[in-house]
């Protein structure tokens, strides 16, 4: 018997809906001018029934992060979209604009400590992954004529989850470009000011990370802890001594740039440090001047001038 897509059963509940992410302020459409209209989208993404709108989602993630950063609490919020979808089908397309994974046989090994942090992430923190209607088709039926290709990729992740004994929830689960959102607006900025900020990267600018912050009148006191450019996800165990240990003492807040290794950073700081720690992907490029490692502009990170 086939089973349901996890997708599916979560829709058809009336636990989760499609709908369209409207966040105050952001300007889509500048994206949209310098890419093509079809990013726009991305824009209908899944929702949990009992949340009314995107500024309802973007006062969530603000509130739980003011909250924990106040009561150090333990709170990784991580971002899952193509290179992780890839990553957790056991395939090397995950390999994108950074190197994640050696060999199918890599990514096989780690996969039991990245089930086992999946695990931890859906009990204590919140999952963002990218799920809109363009990834999460059904297959294709196959004709005589033709075959199309469908993108399922979101749901495929979905049901990994499942299969892993994770479930979806209204209070685990943001749409990955809130993420975003929240990271590039005043509220951020507001709530960061003054606070112990670390920022865990492979490439970083203090300058421009500090102009970043200043830009907006906020002041936080920023620390920087490089990590490998290539393979976090998959040398996790070796490296994760070495990086733990250079995130000073009464840090606030840590900041991530990692890739898929992402997922492992964020929840070891979190639980080791009883602090957030935000996977910030693009932010990141944006915080140190270097948009062109993202290949331009994202959805839900430019803002209306008027």
């Known amino acids: 018997m086939q089973t349901t897509r996890y997708l599916d059963d979560l ?27 079809e990013i726009l989208r991305e824009e209908v993404c899944l929702f949990a029934n009992e949340v009314g709108d995107g500024d309802a989602y973007f006062h969530r993630l603000h ?17 899952f979209a193509d290179g992780e979808y890839a990553f957790y089908r056991y395939t090397l397309g995950c390999n994108g604009l950074y190197k994640q994974a050696e060999s199918i046989d890599a990514i096989q090994k780690a996969m039991p400590l990245h089930v086992e ?15 809109f209607p363009g990834n999460s088709q059904t297959p294709a039926e196959r004709s005589f004529f033709r075959k199309e290709k469908r993108d399922s990729t979101a749901a495929a992740f979905l049901d990994f989850l499942r299969d892993s004994s994770i479930l979806l929830t209204a209070d ?10 929240y990271l590039s607006s005043p509220e951020f900025a507001a709530a960061a000011n003054g606070k112990k900020i670390c920022v865990l990267n492979s490439e970083f600018s203090r300058e421009n990370c500090r102009n970043w912050f200043a830009n907006q009148n906020s002041a936080p006191e920023l620390c920087f802890v490089d ?37 492992l950073l964020c929840v070891e700081i979190a639980r080791r440090l009883s602090v957030p720690a935000l996977d910030a992907g693009h932010v990141l ?9 993202s290949n331009g502009a994202r959805l839900y990170t430019l803002r209306k001038t008027s």
């Open 63 to 79: 509130d739980r992060l003011l909250e924990a950063m106040q009561n150090k609490r333990p709170l990784p919020i991580v971002r």
């Open 117 to 131: 942090t999946l695990q931890y992430l859906a009990e204590c923190g919140i999952l963002a992954p990218l799920i």
């Open 11 to 37: 829709i058809f509940s009336r636990q989760f809906r499609f709908d369209r992410l409207k966040i105050t302020g952001m300007d889509n459409e500048a994206v949209a001018r310098m890419f093509s209209p």
């Open 227 to 263: 990590i490998p450019r290539e393979y976090v996800a998959t040398r996790w165990p070796d490296i994760r001594a070495s990086i733990l240990d250079k995130i000073p003492d009464g840090t606030d807040l840590c900041i991530v740039g990692a890739g898929v290794g992402a997922l």
């Open 172 to 181: 685990n689960y943001i749409p990955f470009y809130v993420i975003y959102a």
């Open 285 to 293: 490029n944006m915080m140190n001047d270097r948009v062109d490692k």
